[in-house]
Antibody, heavy 123, light 109 residues
Framework: QVQLVQSGAEVKKPGASVKVSCKAS????????IHWVRQAPGQGLEWMGW????????NSAQKFQGWVTMTRDTSIDTAYMELTRLKSDDTAVYYC????????????????WGQGTMVTVSS | SYELTQPPSVSVSPGQTARIICSGD??????AFWYQQKSGQAPVLVIY???KRPSGIPERFSGSSLGTMATLTISGAQVEDEADYYC????????????FGGGTKLTVL
């Protein structure tokens, strides 16, 4: 079945970087955008950006530009999100999610979600 | 930056109709998507492209959009529908990025 499986929980110190992986299975990886969304404890959902696994093209929310890097490895059907210069308020669950329609662009929503990766930033 | 606005909370009795509104200036030109999130779980898509329901989502969930407002309607809300609901859409300016509404806590009791 179609699923996204994310890497495990991370604990990082302020100023460090974290890289979260998202492995896709059950569909053609390069046909659907992968979005990244985060949720701080007790807070709402925050869209971070997307990657087009086919071209490698990315787009991120202005807040995260210059600070988040989204990449992919098509040989292993895996997308990555790296966040640098971590601060305590980056403590959150980070989700990857798949675009709804094959070949759709950036205006598409997303339907399949990973299980989430908890990233804790603490000294 | 672009914003989508939702009421923080909505409360209904079981069997009543719940309506959650999402407002945003770009909604006349962009689809709205709705997500349900229960405590400790990943979100679930319940409505896409304003008014389409994914397979497996109960018929009591419906969506509509008119002008700058999109509405999620739950007809005959059930206790199990109690959750946080988020609208999502994309901007028509800037880098056309995505944005979520602040979320609405639906209480059914």
């Amino acid at each position: 079945q179609v699923q996204l499986v994310q890497s495990g929980a991370e604990v990082k110190k302020p100023g460090a970087s974290v890289k979260v992986s998202c492995k896709a299975s059950g569909y053609i990886f390069t046909n659907y955008y992968i979005h990244w969304v985060r949720q701080a404890p007790g807070q709402g959902l925050e869209w971070m950006g997307w990657i087009n696994p086919n071209s490698g093209g990315t787009n991120s929310a202005q807040k995260f530009q210059g600070w988040v890097t989204m990449t992919r490895d098509t040989s292993i059907d895996t997308a990555y999100m790296e966040l640098t210069r971590l601060k305590s308020d980056d403590t959150a669950v980070y989700y990857c999610a798949r675009g709804i329609f094959a070949g759709a662009g950036s205006q598409d929503g997303f339907d399949i979600w990973g299980q989430g990766t908890m990233v804790t930033v603490s000294s | 930056s672009y914003e989508l606005t939702q009421p923080p909370s909505v409360s209904v009795s079981p069997g009543q109709t719940a309506r959650i509104i999402c407002s945003g200036d770009a909604l006349p030109k962009r689809y709205a998507f709705w997500y349900q999130q229960k405590s400790g779980q990943a979100p679930v898509l319940v409505i896409y492209e304003d008014n389409k329901r994914p397979s497996g989502i109960p018929e009591r969930f419906s969506g509509s959009s008119l002008g700058t407002m999109a509405t999620l309607t739950i007809s005959g809300a059930q206790v199990e529908d109690e959750a946080d609901y988020y609208c999502y859409s994309t901007d028509i300016s800037g880098n056309h990025g995505g944005v979520f509404g602040g979320g609405t806590k639906l209480t059914v009791l």
